[in-house]
């Protein structure tokens, strides 16, 4: 069936909703390509509806119990994948001592697209418009997955391999985002069109502050590359500094250097680059800040 030139019903599909990560994996590698994990569906239910997607099978791993959760265990912050973008938002935890993480929640889409979107998922379709990847980049994250050669833990900077594309072999599931020890200071901003919008730029931050001079500061960028962005020269400069206006000014023309924008239906390759400069500077003020 086509409505204004787009097909509105997904191709036919086997529906599975395996009780465990075990089974879920067996069955993601029999079917391999042809196969699509479903989560909070608001990537792939589009896509198929639209006809761009056509699974043989779709896995609704959403009945795999404990995959949703925020806990701190040992000073560590441990994620479910499925949890809900929306669950971010409200959590005491995340907002008091991860505010790069709520700072990237509060902006995600509209309630309804939050209420369903997870973390897990937001990170696995390697999108470099993701606003979850930049905040869990500059917090050091590492990626549990879950595979048929067991669980594997792999650093979320070494996940992104290009444009929709990561490291996750056959038949793996992510099943859990684990964050170090959270810096003093950190930030996350983005640039869209409208409210409900994928970012023009997004952006993060997060360092450690003494005596006025920063130490440990990471900074990555989204919709400025093929995936997200580490600004490792950026970084490198401003290394142990007072986070001056000239400090920033220099870091400023630093960062045009790393990062290679493209023009698309959201912005344009010049736009950006100006603007990932104007963002470097509010972005490292809104963290010295902590928080607007
Ligand atoms: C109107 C609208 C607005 C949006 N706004 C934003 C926005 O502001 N910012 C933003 O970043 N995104 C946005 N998105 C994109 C989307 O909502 C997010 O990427 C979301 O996090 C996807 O989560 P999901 O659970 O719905 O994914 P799903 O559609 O269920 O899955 C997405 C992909 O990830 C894979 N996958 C999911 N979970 C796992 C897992 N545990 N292990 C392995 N593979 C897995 C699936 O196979 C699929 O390919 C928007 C989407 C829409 C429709």
Redesign the pocket.
């Known amino acids: 069936m086509t409505s204004m030139g787009f097909q509105t019903q997904p191709k036919e599909f086997e529906y599975m909703a395996p009780a465990n990560l075990e089974d879920a994996s067996k069955l993601y590698l029999s079917y391999g390509e042809k196969a699509?994990?479903?989560?909070?569906?608001?990537?792939?239910?589009?896509l198929m509806k639209r006809g761009l997607l056509a699974p043989e099978c779709v896995i609704d791993?959403t009945k795999i119990p404990d995959m949703s959760y925020i806990r701190l265990e040992d000073g560590v912050l441990k994620l479910g994948?499925?949890t809900t973008?929306e669950d971010f938002r409200e959590s005491p935890l995340i907002e008091q001592n991860y505010p790069a993480l709520h700072m990237a929640s509060e902006?995600?889409?509209?309630t309804i697209?939050r209420n369903?979107?997870?973390?897990?998922?937001?990170i696995?379709?390697a999108?470099p418009?993701?606003?979850?990847a930049p905040p869990l980049v500059v917090l050091g994250a590492n990626l549990r997955i879950f595979g048929p050669k067991g669980v594997r833990t792999t650093p979320i900077e070494d996940f992104f391999l290009g444009f929709g594309r990561s490291e996750?072999a056959a038949g793996?599931?992510?099943?859990e985002i684990e964050v170090p020890a959270s810096p003093d200071k950190q930030a996350f901003m983005k640039l869209?069109r409208t409210k409900?919008?994928?970012?023009k730029i997004n952006i993060s931050t997060a360092f450690n502050l003494s005596d006025d001079k920063c130490s440990g500061i990471k900074i990555a960028l989204g919709s400025v590359a093929p995936k997200v962005v580490r600004a490792e020269k950026t970084e490198k400069f401003l290394e142990g500094k007072e986070l001056s206006e000239a400090n920033i000014e220099e870091a400023k023309r630093i960062i045009c250097r790393e990062i290679n924008p493209i023009d698309d239906v959201r912005s344009t390759a010049e736009y950006r680059m100006e603007m990932s400069k104007v963002l470097l500077g509010r972005v490292i003020r809104l963290a010295l800040k902590g928080g607007w």
């Open positions: 699509c994990i479903l989560a909070g569906g608001t990537d792939i239910v589009p791993i994948a499925l973008i902006v995600m889409g509209s697209i369903l979107a997870t973390v897990g998922a937001n696995c379709r999108s418009a993701s606003d979850m996750m793996e599931i992510l099943c869209k409900e919008d994928l970012a």
